[in-house]
Each structure stands twice: as structure tokens, then as C-alpha cells.
């Protein structure tokens, strides 16, 4: 990992690739990397799909090794969404495969002039990119599997579906699984439109002849990574209730809590959750022959992902995650998970974020188009976005503009990003993550990470108001820490309840790369990466007036606890005044 | 509607007093028993999260309701009773807070992300929720016989449904009755033997036989399903 590969794609005679070395980016990766270059060599000011932005894809730090979860990857860009800086990562196979041929990031740089639409293919003899416009309009499923047949199985594929190629400020970028299926997204920010407007339809990769990476000591790296994995498999959360439930077993007790957005953000409890729960997710996965228990990648032991497959016993889509059962369940009145799971597969293989295109079919329910629980009718409007219709192009433009569009005065977004699953009326310290994060409305901007146990800050009262100000900040922190080792942010909560295990987190990180990196260093590392991405977003004109919730959250009481956000302004801008 | 002062107002036949929420008086129209394969319990998840009803003493701490009325232990309470919801508001001090007739409890494991952590008891992200969590509430009033709703969810639907649903709990008819007949065959198969109203019933007539004895709108149920290995 100490080479970067650059494709310039508007270069003179066709797209060319330059492989070089990573220089002052060195010791960075994932979300630490991107930001690193979005922030240095992105015109703040340029537009998202000029060819002055570029798109960054970059594994972890620990990618690549046999370190357990370690195969998350990062996209960065200047986000068509925000106007600001993003990194937005996914599992999925990529990132170790990547890491393995030795890249610590791919960037896709300028533009090309005609219409064609590009493959690119990397294995350890080199690189090709090659025009193929028989991959137009497809979607992100069918692409793969023609790359599966020029290519083989072993093989691990980036790709954009039809909503990228329309440079749909929803769309998103597909990582293949370990079953060489599209089903894992960087979703958040437009980044599948800035690839889109690269002209690249997908990127193959094949590590075949290359070997693990190996730690610098591999004694210590071996133990750390012992410890680790049994930090984790004796952790309550990540040893039980994840990989039996995957994370939908949320949905019962945000729903419970009165802070499971309900019929676009209007109420706080959906009768029909018990529906489309977890546990009722995970028993329907199991009665139909799937699986409830799967990991994105291998190395993965936690394995909150899983196998769903229709009334016939056939794959639908992989396992509907919380935040993608919400977004279609609760936030538009639908209480049926098959119709959940069609919008999860539809929204993978068109190439779109749930999150986003959830929140967004919602408002249209709002304005009137659709009747909030109209399955049927949700199915049909993505079906929309796929065909790029007119109305399909409006939807899988986002929340922001569909409101804008429809005339909708609640539209629950933070710099034209969508809100997550989480009502900030109810849990106002993660609205203050929503209004704060650099990134638009983010949830895993602000983890549970031990931040008492980093002491980033000082401890933290739980009980104290105003707490969560300073909790928001920590956890930001150490959230930027955890996306640049390519570690999976669920690992999180076995480091939050057990210092042994973030002490082997680090281990692992001194181990491989031979450092002597302590809690204080991580904590100014994350730090470093928050300065460079809020710096960025300055340079692009952003200021604290962005850094807000849309107002009906202040002056629109969400039942059943009567609730409006009540954090002041002034409160949130001194998240960042560490 | 709820009678948090004084549980003595209105009492019904049944000693369960008649303004409780649910509209439960503590009398059940129909009672119901199911014995069957120990694989058939877990088909009653559905109806563990959705919530059902007891009668108890109310007027008394959460603690005491689950470890000395329930009879759970208090160190499974402890290690694995991690997340708790009183009326849907986080409960962090189950010692201080007093549970009265008509209230609503959830029990749940330690659940992921960082909301769900922010849930936990007595979680370090307890301030992110200030304005929905549970205060404790100094015992008011005597101890009294009441009824209360709980939902179980997540891991503790394993660990906690069958002593529930072996001790038997009250549901209202048309819950069990849409949960009873969208109940595909192999639940039905999974039945060895079946009492309604005492009486028993032979297979393949279960399902006819108690969803007739549902009908009966608006009426309780008193439910007690055994898993036999
Ligand atoms: S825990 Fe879930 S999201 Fe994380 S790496 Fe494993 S399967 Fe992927």
C-alpha cells in the first residue's frame, strides 16, 4: 500500500493511468486519505461533476491484512449532494482486494470528452481501460455478472447502476460482496454521480498472485489480532445481538423510545414496526432458506448482514439493513418487509442510497403524490429512477430537491443530505451530530466509541445538560479515527464497553505498521481529519449557518413525548471549538 | 387515564383497579392452553414485542417487579436486562424507578449503533437523551394490585418468552387472533395439545376450534403456552 494509482480519464488520446508513490500521504488511509486529498487537491469551489473533482477510493489503514473487519473502504469527493466535502464508505470485497495489489487508493481525476463509458481492470501485471458502451444503462447486478463472465469469479468489482451513469445526486457507488453480488454501497453524498461523471462504469479488480499484507511485526500483530477478535465475539452487541438480528433490531426500540421517524419525521412511533422488526427480519431470513448471519467480507466475525430471499425460497437481496428498513418501513408507512426487501434490491441494482431515496419517496408521500404505506406505489417511483423518466430524475435527485419540486415545507435534511433513522427531537445529541457532522446528516459521523475511555476532552457526566455538545465532538473524533483504519464501525461498541479491546485496536495498528501510536495520538488523528474536512467545506463556502437542523424540528412537537430539538445555536458551534 | 396515584380507585372484581389503560379488568373471556414442540415457542416472538399483560403488584420498583414478582435473577437483570423502557422513556436506575398500574415496560439487551447505546442503562451517552429519560420516581401511595404491559425483544425473547408464556399472560382477542391466523401449517403441526375454556381439542381442528373461540371482539385472553422437549 504505498503506491497510489491515478487515472486521469480526460487525459489527451483516452483515458490514462499513472501509478505513483504516496508521498506526503503516507501513513494515511480510508477516510483519513480521501479527505487528505480531497482537502489539497480539490477546487473547493468547483463543481462536483467538472472534471476538477475527483473521485477517491481508498481502503483502511489495516485493509488488506488478516486483521478481523478490517475491510471497509472510503470514497471521497467534493459531494453533488452537500456542495461539500464527502467520504462515505462500505464493505463488501474491494478493499482487501485492493489493498492486496498494493493501492492505497485509486483516483479518478478529470473527465473525458465524448460519451463512452469505461472498464477498468486492475490485477498485479497492471492496469486496462477499455471503452465498453454495451454496459450503458445497466444496472449494477447485470454489469457484474458480465464482468463474471469475462473475468471470472475471483474477481471484486466497484461499479455505478443507471443513477450514477444519470449523475443522480442519490447515487451511489455498489461494492461487491463475498457471494460477487453489488449489495454493498457507499450510499451517502452523490458519490456514484461523480463516477458517473467520470464516465466509469466499473472498476474490476483481481488480486489473483498476490499475497496478505504483511505487519511490519508480525508477532504482535498475530496476538493483537487474537485479542481482538475475542474482544469482539465476547461482546454482547457484537457477539450476539448483531449477528443474530443484524442491525434491524433497532427498530423495535427506537421505535419504542418514541425516536423512530414515523410518516416523514411527523410522529415518533409506527404501529406497524413489530412488522418489519429485526427479529422478525432475521426468523423470515431463517423459515425461507436464507441466511440470518452473514459477514460483507471475509474477515468479517461479527457478521450483521444476511441472506433474504423471496416467498419461493429464491435471493432477493441481501439483508435489509435498519437504516434501508426505515426509510421505506416507518418513514413511508410501510409495514411489509418483502416490499422492503424489492426497494432494497431495486435501489442496489439502479445504484442509489436507501437512506436518501427513502427519505425522499416519504416527501412525495407528504406532497401528495403516493399515500404514506403505498408499497406498490414506492416500488413504482424507484422503477421511475431507473428508466430516468422525468419524474424518476426528480426523485433520484434526493429529499432536497424533490421538496423543493413538490412545494414540501418538512423536508428532513442537513446541507441537502437526508436525516438517518433517528428522530433529533427524541435523542438531541445525535441532532446535534446531524447538524455539526461535515459530512450532512450522518449517523455513523458520531459512533459510540469510548470517549470517556479515550478522554478526548476530559470525561464527560452523562447526566449533565449540555453534555452532548461535547459528547458529539469525542465521538466525531473518534469516528474520523475508526473510518481511516477500515475497520467497521460496529466494532465500536465492544471498545466503548472494553478498554482491552480499543488497547488491541491500536495494537494492531503499532503492530502493522510499526508505530507507537497511543489513545492521545488516535484522538489527534481523528482530529487532523475533521480540520481538513471542515477547512474544505470553508473554502467551498460553507459557514455555521449550515451547521443546523431544518427548523420544524424546533417548532414541530414529535409525540408520544411531546418533544421539539432543544439544543441552541450557540450550543452547536462550540462542537468544534476544541 | 392512568391511575398513578392511587391504585385503589376503582377496583374491580378482580382487585385490578378499572382505569387502567388497556381497558383490562382482570377477567379473561377466554383461557387458552397450548402444549406443544419446544421449536413451536419461538413462533410467539411476535407476540412478546407487540406486548402483553399482567397483574401485579404496582406501586413497587423495577427492580422488585422483575426479580422479586417475576422471579428473574438479579444478576441475569444486571448483566443482560441492559436496556429498559418505562412508558417508552430510558430508565437508567431500575432501584428508584416505581412502576405504576397501566405502565408499559420493554426489555431489551444491549443494542447496537450509537442511539442504541445512548438507550442502555445508565449509558456514558445517557445525555443524549435527557428530555426522554426516565426519572426516578420515589415510591408514592401503597403497593397494590395492578396491571402492567411488557415487551420483550431482541435476545431476551429466548431467554425470558418461555417462562412468560409458561406462566401465562393475558392478550387481547384480536391480537391473538390476527397473530393465530396468518400462523402458517407447521405452527399448527407443531401443537401436541390444546385446552380452550378447559376443554380439550384434537388435531387438525386447532386452528378452527380457537379462532372461533376468538371471535369474540374486544374481549382478554388468558394464554399459557408450554414447550414440551
Ligand atoms: S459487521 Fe456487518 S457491516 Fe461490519 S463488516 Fe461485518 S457484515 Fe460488514
Same mark, same amino acid.
Request: aromatic share 6%; with cysteine.
Given at each position: 500500500?504505498?503506491?497510489?494509482?491515478?487515472?486521469?480519464?480526460?487525459?489527451?488520446?483516452?483515458?490514462?493511468?499513472?501509478?505513483?508513490?504516496?508521498?506526503?500521504?503516507?501513513?494515511?488511509?480510508?477516510?483519513?486519505?480521501?479527505?487528505?486529498?480531497?482537502?489539497?487537491?480539490?477546487? %473547493?469551489?468547483?463543481?462536483?461533476?467538472?472534471?476538477?473533482?475527483?473521485?477517491?477510493?481508498?481502503?483502511?489503514?489495516?485493509?488488506?491484512?488478516?486483521?478481523?473487519?478490517?475491510?471497509?473502504?472510503?470514497?471521497?469527493?467534493?459531494?453533488?449532494?452537500?456542495?461539500?466535502?464527502?467520504?462515505?464508505?462500505?464493505?463488501?470485497?474491494?478493499? #482487501?482486494?485492493?489493498?492486496?495489489?498494493?493501492?492505497?487508493?485509486?483516483?479518478?481525476?478529470?473527465?473525458?470528452?465524448?460519451?463512452?463509458?469505461?472498464?477498468?481492470?486492475?490485477?498485479?501485471?497492471?492496469?486496462?481501460?477499455?471503452?465498453?458502451?454495451?454496459?450503458?444503462?445497466?444496472?449494477?447486478?447485470?454489469?457484474?455478472?458480465?464482468?463474471?463472465?469475462?473475468?471470472?469469479?475471483?474477481?471484486?468489482?466497484?461499479?455505478?447502476? #443507471?443513477?450514477?451513469?444519470?449523475?443522480?445526486?442519490?447515487?451511489?457507488?455498489?461494492?461487491?460482496?463475498?457471494?460477487?453480488?453489488?449489495?454493498?454501497?457507499?450510499?451517502?453524498?452523490?458519490?456514484?454521480?461523480?463516477?458517473?461523471?467520470?464516465?466509469?462504469?466499473?472498476?474490476?479488480?483481481?488480486?489473483?498472485?498476490?499475497?496478505?499484507?504483511?505487519?511490519?511485526?508480525?508477532?504482535?500483530?498475530?496476538?493483537?489480532?487474537?485479542?481482538?477478535?475475542?474482544?469482539?465475539?465476547?461482546?454482547?452487541?457484537?457477539? #450476539?445481538?448483531?449477528?443474530?438480528?443484524?442491525?434491524?433490531?433497532?427498530?423495535?426500540?427506537?421505535?419504542?423510545?418514541?425516536?423512530?421517524?414515523?410518516?416523514?419525521?411527523?410522529?415518533?412511533?409506527?404501529?406497524?414496526?413489530?412488522?418489519?422488526?429485526?427479529?422478525?427480519?432475521?426468523?423470515?431470513?431463517?423459515?425461507?432458506?436464507?441466511?440470518?448471519?452473514?459477514?460483507?467480507?471475509?474477515?468479517? =466475525?461479527?457478521?450483521?448482514?444476511?441472506?433474504?430471499?423471496?416467498?419461493?425460497?429464491?435471493?432477493?437481496?441481501?439483508? %435489509?439493513?435498519?437504516?434501508?428498513?426505515?426509510?421505506?418501513?416507518?418513514?413511508?408507512?410501510?409495514?411489509?418487509?418483502?416490499?422492503?426487501?424489492?426497494?432494497?434490491?431495486?435501489?442496489?441494482?439502479?445504484?442509489?442510497?436507501?437512506?436518501?431515496?427513502?427519505?425522499?419517496?416519504?416527501?412525495?408521500?407528504?406532497? $401528495?403524490?403516493?399515500?404514506?404505506?403505498?408499497?406498490?406505489?414506492?416500488?413504482?417511483?424507484?422503477?421511475?429512477?431507473?428508466?430516468?423518466?422525468?419524474? $424518476?430524475?426528480?426523485?433520484?435527485?434526493?429529499?432536497?430537491?424533490?421538496?423543493?419540486?413538490?412545494?414540501?415545507?418538512? =423536508?428532513?435534511?442537513?446541507?441537502?443530505?437526508?436525516?438517518?433513522?433517528?428522530?433529533?427531537?427524541?435523542?438531541?445529541?445525535?441532532?446535534?451530530?446531524?447538524?455539526?457532522?461535515?459530512?450532512?446528516?450522518?449517523?455513523?459521523?458520531?459512533?459510540?466509541?469510548?470517549?470517556?475511555?479515550?478522554?478526548?476532552?476530559?470525561?464527560?457526566?452523562?447526566?449533565?445538560?449540555?453534555?452532548?455538545?461535547?459528547?458529539?465532538?469525542?465521538? #466525531?473524533?473518534?469516528?474520523?479515527?475508526?473510518?481511516?483504519?477500515?475497520?467497521?464501525?460496529?466494532?465500536?461498541?465492544?471498545?466503548?464497553?472494553? %478498554?482491552?479491546?480499543?488497547?488491541?485496536?491500536?495494537?494492531?495498528?503499532?503492530?502493522?505498521?510499526?508505530?507507537?501510536?497511543?489513545?492521545?495520538?488516535?484522538?489527534?488523528?481523528?482530529?487532523?481529519?475533521?480540520?481538513?474536512?471542515?477547512?474544505?467545506?470553508?473554502?467551498?463556502?460553507?459557514?455555521?449557518?449550515?451547521?443546523?437542523?431544518?427548523?420544524?424540528?424546533?417548532?414541530?412537537?414529535?409525540?408520544?413525548?411531546? =418533544?421539539?430539538?432543544? =439544543?441552541?445555536?450557540?450550543?452547536?458551534?462550540?462542537?468544534?471549538?476544541? | 387515564?392512568?391511575?398513578?396515584?392511587?391504585?385503589?380507585?376503582?377496583?374491580?372484581?378482580?382487585?385490578?383497579?378499572?382505569?387502567? @389503560?388497556?381497558?383490562?379488568?382482570?377477567?379473561?373471556?377466554?383461557?387458552?392452553?397450548?402444549?406443544?414442540? !419446544?421449536?413451536?415457542? @419461538?413462533?410467539?416472538?411476535?407476540?412478546?414485542?407487540?406486548?402483553?399483560?399482567?397483574?401485579?403488584?404496582?406501586?413497587?420498583?423495577?427492580?422488585?417487579?422483575?426479580?422479586?414478582?417475576?422471579?428473574?435473577?438479579?444478576?441475569?437483570?444486571?448483566?443482560?436486562?441492559?436496556?429498559?423502557?418505562?412508558?417508552?422513556?430510558?430508565?437508567?436506575?431500575?432501584?428508584?424507578?416505581?412502576?405504576?398500574?397501566?405502565?408499559?415496560?420493554?426489555?431489551?439487551?444491549?443494542?447496537?449503533?450509537?442511539?442504541?447505546?445512548?438507550?442502555?442503562?445508565?449509558?456514558?451517552?445517557? @445525555?443524549?437523551?435527557?428530555?426522554?429519560?426516565?426519572?426516578?420516581?420515589?415510591?408514592?401511595?401503597?403497593?397494590?394490585?395492578?396491571?402492567?404491559?411488557?415487551?420483550?425483544?431482541?435476545?431476551?425473547?429466548?431467554?425470558?418468552?418461555?417462562?412468560?408464556?409458561?406462566?401465562?399472560?393475558?392478550?387481547?382477542?384480536?391480537?391473538?387472533?390476527?397473530?393465530?391466523?396468518? !400462523?402458517?401449517?407447521?405452527?399448527?403441526?407443531?401443537?401436541?395439545?390444546?385446552?380452550?375454556?378447559?376443554?380439550?381439542?384434537?388435531?387438525?381442528?386447532?386452528?378452527?376450534?380457537?379462532?372461533?373461540?376468538?371471535?369474540?371482539?374486544?374481549?382478554?385472553?388468558?394464554?399459557?403456552?408450554?414447550?414440551?422437549?
Amino acid at each position: 500500500m504505498d503506491k497510489i494509482l491515478r487515472i486521469d480519464m480526460g487525459a489527451e488520446g483516452g483515458p490514462k493511468a499513472t501509478t505513483v508513490p504516496t508521498g506526503e500521504y503516507s501513513g494515511l488511509g480510508g477516510r483519513a486519505l480521501t479527505s487528505a486529498i480531497v482537502s489539497k487537491e480539490i477546487p %473547493p469551489a468547483c463543481h462536483p461533476l467538472s472534471a476538477e473533482n475527483k473521485l477517491i477510493i481508498a481502503p483502511g489503514l489495516l485493509s488488506g491484512t488478516t486483521s478481523a473487519m478490517s475491510g471497509r473502504i472510503s470514497v471521497g469527493s467534493k459531494s453533488p449532494l452537500t456542495g461539500g466535502i464527502k467520504e462515505s464508505n462500505a464493505g463488501g470485497q474491494p478493499s #482487501q482486494v485492493l489493498a492486496r495489489l498494493g493501492y492505497a487508493a485509486i483516483v479518478l481525476e478529470g473527465k473525458p470528452k465524448g460519451d463512452d463509458i469505461y472498464k477498468i481492470f486492475i490485477n498485479k501485471d497492471g492496469i486496462t481501460i477499455t471503452p465498453d458502451n454495451s454496459l450503458k444503462m445497466l444496472g449494477n447486478y447485470s454489469v457484474v455478472e458480465k464482468m463474471k463472465a469475462e473475468h471470472g469469479h475471483k474477481i471484486a468489482c466497484i461499479s455505478v447502476g #443507471q443513477a450514477g451513469e444519470m449523475r443522480l445526486l442519490a447515487a451511489s457507488i455498489a461494492f461487491t460482496d463475498t457471494e460477487l453480488r453489488p449489495t454493498r454501497h457507499a450510499g451517502r453524498g452523490g458519490t456514484g454521480a461523480v463516477m458517473g461523471s467520470k464516465g466509469v462504469k466499473i472498476i474490476v479488480l483481481d488480486d489473483t498472485g498476490t499475497t496478505m499484507r504483511q505487519p511490519k511485526d508480525p508477532n504482535k500483530f498475530k496476538e493483537a489480532n487474537k485479542k481482538w477478535i475475542a474482544g469482539l465475539q465476547s461482546h454482547g452487541v457484537t457477539g #450476539q445481538a448483531l449477528p443474530t438480528y443484524g442491525t434491524n433490531v433497532l427498530t423495535n426500540i427506537i421505535n419504542e423510545a418514541g425516536g423512530y421517524p414515523t410518516y416523514n419525521f411527523k410522529e415518533g412511533r409506527f404501529a406497524g414496526a413489530v412488522k418489519i422488526s429485526g427479529e422478525v427480519e432475521a426468523d423470515l431470513e431463517t423459515k425461507r432458506g436464507g441466511l440470518a448471519t452473514h459477514g460483507c467480507h471475509r474477515g468479517c =466475525v461479527i457478521r450483521c448482514s444476511g441472506i433474504y430471499n423471496d416467498k419461493d425460497g429464491h435471493y432477493l437481496t441481501k439483508q %435489509p439493513e435498519y437504516e434501508t428498513v426505515w426509510a421505506h418501513g416507518g418513514e413511508c408507512g410501510i409495514d411489509d418487509m418483502d416490499t422492503i426487501a424489492m426497494l432494497d434490491f431495486l435501489e442496489d441494482d439502479i445504484g442509489l442510497d436507501t437512506i436518501e431515496t427513502g427519505v425522499t419517496i416519504g416527501v412525495t408521500m407528504e406532497a $401528495g403524490l403516493l399515500k404514506f404505506g403505498d408499497g406498490e406505489g414506492a416500488i413504482n417511483l424507484v422503477r421511475e429512477i431507473g428508466k430516468g423518466s422525468p419524474l $424518476g430524475r426528480i426523485i433520484g435527485s434526493g429529499a432536497a430537491v424533490t421538496g423543493k419540486v413538490f412545494g414540501v415545507e418538512r =423536508v428532513p435534511v442537513v446541507k441537502g443530505q437526508a436525516l438517518p433513522a433517528y428522530d433529533p427531537r427524541a435523542v438531541q445529541g445525535i441532532g446535534v451530530t446531524y447538524a455539526t457532522s461535515p459530512m450532512g446528516a450522518d449517523h455513523t459521523a458520531g459512533y459510540a466509541v469510548a470517549t470517556n475511555i479515550l478522554g478526548v476532552g476530559g470525561t464527560v457526566d452523562p447526566l449533565k445538560p449540555g453534555g452532548q455538545v461535547q459528547l458529539s465532538r469525542n465521538l #466525531q473524533i473518534a469516528t474520523a479515527f475508526i473510518d481511516s483504519m477500515g475497520m467497521c464501525i460496529f466494532t465500536a461498541f465492544a471498545i466503548l464497553d472494553q %478498554p482491552e479491546t480499543f488497547q488491541a485496536l491500536l495494537d494492531l495498528v503499532n503492530a502493522c505498521h510499526g508505530l507507537e501510536m497511543t489513545a492521545a495520538d488516535t484522538v489527534e488523528y481523528g482530529k487532523r481529519v475533521l480540520k481538513m474536512e471542515r477547512d474544505f467545506n470553508a473554502r467551498a463556502g460553507f459557514t455555521k449557518e449550515q451547521d443546523r437542523l431544518p427548523s420544524f424540528f424546533r417548532s414541530q412537537p414529535v409525540g408520544p413525548h411531546n =418533544v421539539t430539538f432543544e =439544543v441552541n445555536d450557540e450550543e452547536l458551534d462550540q462542537v468544534f471549538n476544541w | 387515564m392512568k391511575n398513578h396515584d392511587n391504585p385503589h380507585e376503582e377496583e374491580t372484581p378482580s382487585g385490578v383497579p378499572s382505569s387502567n @389503560s388497556f381497558g383490562f379488568t382482570g377477567n379473561a373471556s377466554v383461557n387458552l392452553i397450548i402444549s406443544g414442540k !419446544q421449536s413451536m415457542l @419461538s413462533g410467539f416472538q411476535e407476540l412478546l414485542q407487540a406486548g402483553f399483560v399482567l397483574i401485579c403488584r404496582v406501586g413497587v420498583s423495577i427492580k422488585s417487579l422483575l426479580c422479586d414478582q417475576f422471579g428473574l435473577n438479579p444478576q441475569f437483570v444486571e448483566d443482560r436486562i441492559n436496556t429498559i423502557f418505562l412508558d417508552g422513556k430510558p430508565v437508567d436506575n431500575i432501584d428508584t424507578t416505581t412502576v405504576m398500574d397501566g405502565a408499559t415496560i420493554a426489555l431489551s439487551g444491549a443494542m447496537p449503533g450509537l442511539v442504541g447505546a445512548t438507550l442502555r442503562r445508565k449509558s456514558p451517552l445517557a @445525555s443524549f437523551r435527557q428530555t426522554i429519560s426516565s426519572s426516578s420516581t420515589p415510591l408514592k401511595g401503597s403497593v397494590a394490585k395492578g396491571v402492567v404491559r411488557i415487551k420483550i425483544f431482541n435476545i431476551l425473547m429466548d431467554e425470558l418468552g418461555p417462562l412468560f408464556l409458561g406462566r401465562g399472560l393475558f392478550l387481547s382477542s384480536d391480537a391473538l387472533r390476527s397473530f393465530l391466523q396468518k !400462523q402458517p401449517t407447521e405452527f399448527w403441526d407443531g401443537c401436541a395439545k390444546i385446552l380452550v375454556n378447559n376443554a380439550p381439542e384434537y388435531p387438525p381442528a386447532f386452528r378452527e376450534k380457537i379462532l372461533a373461540a376468538l371471535k369474540i371482539e374486544d374481549a382478554w385472553v388468558h394464554l399459557i403456552v408450554h414447550g414440551e422437549s
